[in-house]
C-alpha cells in the first residue's frame, strides 16, 4: 500500500508563486522603487560629469518614464504570448544592462539611452508583477498587492539615502549594484509559474449576457472611469511629493521641516499599504478605494491650513496608499473583456505622475504655491466621484449592498 503523496506546501494550486518567489517579486520591487528615486540625487554629480544644465540632466527621468510606459505598452503586448518567466526574466535582464550603460556611459546621449533602457525593464516588472499578484493569489490578491507595491516604497525611500551616505559622485557605483542585484533576481524566477489561468469569476465577452453594443459601451466607459482614477489618484501623489515641501516653506515653516515633513509623507504612504492589507481581506476594494479617497480629500483640505499642513499632508500618504494596489483586482473582474485593461491603466499612471508637476507649476503660475492644496483637493473629490460611479456601475443588479466591515468569502 503506497502512501499518499504529500500537498506541494511551496506553490498550492491558487497561487502563481512560490513563497522563494513572492520574497523575491518583493525585493524586485525594492529594486524598481529605488532606481526610479536615483536620478533626483544624482543630478549634480551629473550635470558635473557631462557638463549638463539642470533641464539637460532632469531629461535622465524623463527617459526612464518614457521606458516604463513604453515597457509596459510592449510587454502587455507579450503577455500570455510568452511564459511569465521569460517575461519576468526580460525586464529583469534589460534593467541590469540599461543601468551599467547610465552608470559607465562616456557620453551623454548613450547615458540616456541607458535610463530608456533600465525604464523598459522597470515598466515590464511594474506591469508583470502587478499583473500576476492581481490574479494569483485568489481572493488574497488585494492584500498581497498592497504588500507587493509597499516594497516600491522601501525602495524609494532608501535610494535617496544611499545616494546620501555615498556621495553623488558614487552614483555609478549604486547604479551597478542595482544591476546585480536585478541579475540575481533571475535565479528565483523558477518558482513562477510559466502560464496562469484566468480565474473562474472572469467569463469571455461571448459568455456575457445582453447585445454585443451594449457591452461594448460598458467596457469602454468602465475603462475610462478607471483610467481617470488612476491619473488623478497619481497625479495628487506625485504633486503632494513634488509641491509639499514648496507649499509648507511658502506658509511658513522652515525649510527643515518641509523637508522631513516630505520624507514622512512618502514613509506614510508606504506603511499604508502594509496596514491596509489585512483589511482587504474583510472589506470590499470598492469600500476601501471610497474610504480612502474620502481621507485623502479631507487631508488635503485640511492642509490649506498652515499650522496642521505638514500633518495633513502625511495623512494624504496613508489614505493614497491602497488606491494603486487595491484598483487593479477590481478592474480586472469589472472589466474582463478587455485584457489590456491592467496595462492601460498601469501606462495611465506613469503619465498622471509626469504630468503632475508641469500642471501644478502652471496654476501656480496663475494662482499662488499656497493653492496647492486647493487643487489636489480637487482631484481628490474627482477621485471620490469616480469611485462612486464605478461602485453604482460594477453592482450586481442581483447583488444588495453589503456592510464593507462583513468578510469576503
Known sequence: MSLP????????PDRAFSTPAVVASC??????????????????????????SPSGAGLALSAHFIGGVLGVLGFDRAFGR??????????????????????????WPLALLGALVTGFGFGGIDYGLNQLFATGFGRRSPAMLNILNAHFGIGAIAGPALI????????????TASAVLAALLLLPLGGVRDRTPEPADELPEDA?????????????????????????HVGVEAGVGGWEPTHLEAVGHSTTLAASATSVYWLMLTLGRFLVAPLTLRWSEPAVIAVSCAGMALCLLAAVLPGPAPYA?????????????????????????????????IAASMVGGAAAGPALGKTIELFDVRAVPAVLFVLAAACLAATCRLTRATRSPLEPARDPGTPLT
Not at 555615498?166 to 555609478?172: C, E, K, S
Not at 461594448?216 to 472611469?225: G, P
Not at 493614497?320 to 469589472?334: E, N, S
Open 82 to 107: 510568452i511564459g511569465n518567466r521569460a517575461l519576468l526574466g526580460v525586464s529583469y535582464a534589460l534593467m541590469a544592462l540599461g543601468s551599467v550603460a547610465f552608470a559607465f556611459s562616456p557620453y
Open 313 to 345: 499632508y502625511a495623512g494624504v500618504g496613508l489614505f493614497i496608499a491602497p488606491i494603486f494596489p487595491t484598483g487593479l483586482p477590481w478592474l480586472r473582474r469589472a472589466v474582463p473583456a478587455a485584457r489590456r485593461a491592467g496595462a492601460l491603466v
Open 5 to 12: 503523496t504529500p500537498p506541494d506546501t511551496t506553490r498550492r
Open 27 to 52: 525585493a524586485g520591487f525594492v529594486l524598481i522603487g529605488a532606481l526610479q528615486s536615483l536620478y533626483g540625487p544624482a543630478l549634480p554629480a551629473l550635470r558635473s560629469a557631462y557638463g549638463l
Open 164 to 175: 546620501g551616505l555615498l556621495g553623488a559622485d558614487r552614483y555609478p557605483s549604486v547604479f
Open 208 to 232: 456575457a449576457g445582453g447585445p454585443t453594443s451594449l457591452r461594448t459601451r460598458r467596457t469602454a466607459t468602465l475603462l475610462t472611469v478607471f483610467v481617470v482614477l488612476y491619473v488623478l
